[in-house]
């Protein structure tokens, strides 16, 4: 029996919650995750008409990319559509969970959608996050380092990029000296001793410290086991805001930008003026990705997709770079898709729906 817990859990392996920005409030927020999930249904946006559609459909997880809540909410009266979309959810049993910026900031999330919708190749994050890894060093007898090392890789260690398994190993020498009610793994009590080590050095993200040092103790054959914890400053490739990558050849500004507007089902893109040379390297922030405009321009790219720029943004992008503004309902409305594959490749046993209401609040003649 699958749980509604179960495929929260799933996604939120693929995005931790850790990664979401501070603003925000993804997660879980209404229902009882211990349920039986009967059905899922996917949206961009949890609305009324996205709960009856639930509701007919028999789901009783909703999956959005944007939060309902995303505020506090002070009273529960149904005076706003907030307060009514929450109301239906809990008198329906209906589980509301938003996975937002946590998805953003993932190397295959939000905006990788777009770039592999788009065909960009040799993809990478735009504004990569700092102070989100961490270095462990231990100390192990030599027969057992294989042992260590499996178990703090299984936990999610020593993924640097397009690898895995990373370490690096230093051989040395260990001493001790037990007391009368120790129980040394190697020597004897009350003996001094001096024992050939390898000092393990991996990385990790900061968010798996706890499930780290579980595996480290788990599996280390000492009685009391030595080991550093320190934080790094190094830049996090795999997690951030945006991603820039590369057409396959490059284009005409004009002919990208049709290309632009039929791959992602445009009725319209607002652009700043149009260069006269080729482009080829692509910047793409789903979502409202204005404060992103100056890492674009940084990493030289000569488009940025993004949406909701203010008039005055577009007067930054001087010239240098061609801002194309598609909107936020159409940046996001594939991120639908990216949660749904990302659910049934997991969980076949269940339904698993892609939301019919058009959430979108804005409309064009």
């Known amino acids: 029996m699958t749980k509604i817990k179960d495929i929260i859990q799933h996604l939120e392996n693929i995005a931790p919650p850790a990664y979401q920005e501070n603003y925000d409030n993804s997660g879980v927020l209404t229902g009882d995750i211990n349920r039986k999930a009967t059905g899922v249904m996917i949206s961009l946006d949890a609305t009324e008409e996205v709960i009856d559609e639930a509701i007919r459909k028999k789901c009783n997880l909703v999956v959005s990319h944007h939060p309902i809540i995303f505020g506090g909410l002070k009273k529960i009266t149904g005076s706003s559509y907030v ?3 929450v109301i ?3 008198k329906n049993d209906i589980c509301l969970f938003a996975i937002h910026t946590n998805l953003d900031n993932v190397a295959h999330g939000v905006n990788k959608k777009i770039a592999d919708l788009l065909g960009l190749k040799n993809t990478s994050i735009l504004r990569p996050k700092n102070d989100q890894l961490m270095k462990l060093e231990t100390f192990v007898p030599p027969a057992q380092k294989s042992a ?5 890789f299984h936990a999610g260690a020593g993924n640097i990029g397009k690898y895995d398994e990373c370490s690096f190993q230093t051989k040395g020498t260990g001493t001790f000296r037990g007391n009368e009610e120790s129980s040394p793994f190697l020597g004897t009590a009350g003996n001094f001793e001096e024992e050939s080590e390898v000092k393990l050095e991996v990385i990790y993200p900061r968010y798996l410290n706890d499930n780290i040092l579980n595996a480290l103790k788990s599996s280390h054959p000492y009685e ?3 080991y550093y914890i320190h934080p790094l400053d190094n830049t996090y490739q795999d997690v951030g805001a945006g991603i820039t990558g590369f057409l396959d050849k490059p284009l005409p500004a004009l002919k990208f930008l049709k290309s ?6 445009l009725k319209v893109i607002k652009h700043t003026p149009l260069t006269n040379g080729l482009v080829s390297k692509i910047a793409i922030c789903g979502g409202s990705g204005g404060f992103l405009l100056k890492d674009a321009m940084k990493a ?3 488009v940025f997709i993004t949406a909701d720029m203010k008039y005055h943004e577009y007067f930054d992008a001087d010239k240098r770079i061609i801002i194309a503004d598609i909107g936020h309902y159409e940046s996001e409305v594939f991120t639908k898709d990216l949660i749904y594959d990302i659910i049934t490749k997991k969980f076949t046993n269940f339904a698993v729906n892609l939301s019919e209401t058009v959430t979108n609040p804005i409309s064009y003649l």
Not at 260 to 265: A, C, E, P, Q, R
């Open 300 to 302: 030289e790219a000569d």
């Open 83 to 85: 307060e009514r979309t």
């Open 224 to 226: 009391e086991v030595a």
């Open 88 to 90: 239906k959810a809990i």
């Open 148 to 152: 260590v090392l499996e178990e703090l």
């Open 260 to 265: 632009l507007k039929k791959k992602m089902g």
